[in-house]
């Protein structure tokens, strides 16, 4: 049974930092790759940033220069570090796994086959 366990999410001011980890079971993590996701209320969930298996990543330009995404396959663990936050990022946010995306289908929510429950991240003074 595959599972994506989120966690670091919380309330920071803007301008401060927070590392969100997702930690998986159940797969072969080393050959998946893991997006990151948000959903603001009243919005469509969106890409924040993504890493396949060979340790390349993505980031959504919202993000990019901000937030840092690596990977940690001896832990089955993926980390989103994110810097300079500003109240537009708020969310909750996602991670994902499949094994089989295309370059052209990172950025694709529904391509994603396993997903975690989530992580409150709030940025406000």
């Known amino acids: 049974q595959v599972q994506l366990v989120e966690a670091g999410g919380g309330l920071v001011q803007p301008g401060g930092s927070l590392r969100l980890s997702c930690a998986a079971s159940?797969?072969?993590?080393?050959?998946?790759?893991v997006g990151w996701f948000r959903q603001a209320p009243g919005k469509e969930r969106e890409f924040v940033a993504a890493?396949?298996?060979?340790?390349?990543?993505y980031y959504a330009d919202s993000v990019k220069g901000r937030f840092t995404l690596s990977r940690e396959n001896s832990k089955n663990t993926v980390y989103l570090q994110m810097d300079q936050l500003k109240p537009g990022d708020t969310a909750v946010y996602y991670c994902?796994?499949?094994?089989?995306?295309?370059?052209?289908?990172?950025?694709?929510?529904?391509?994603?086959?396993?997903w975690g429950q989530g992580t409150q991240v709030t940025v406000s003074s």
């Open positions: 159940g797969l072969t993590f080393r050959t998946y790759t």
């Open positions: 890493v396949r298996s060979n340790g390349y990543t």
């Open positions: 994902a796994a499949d094994r089989s995306l295309i370059l052209s289908s990172i950025g694709n929510a529904p391509q994603y086959d396993y």
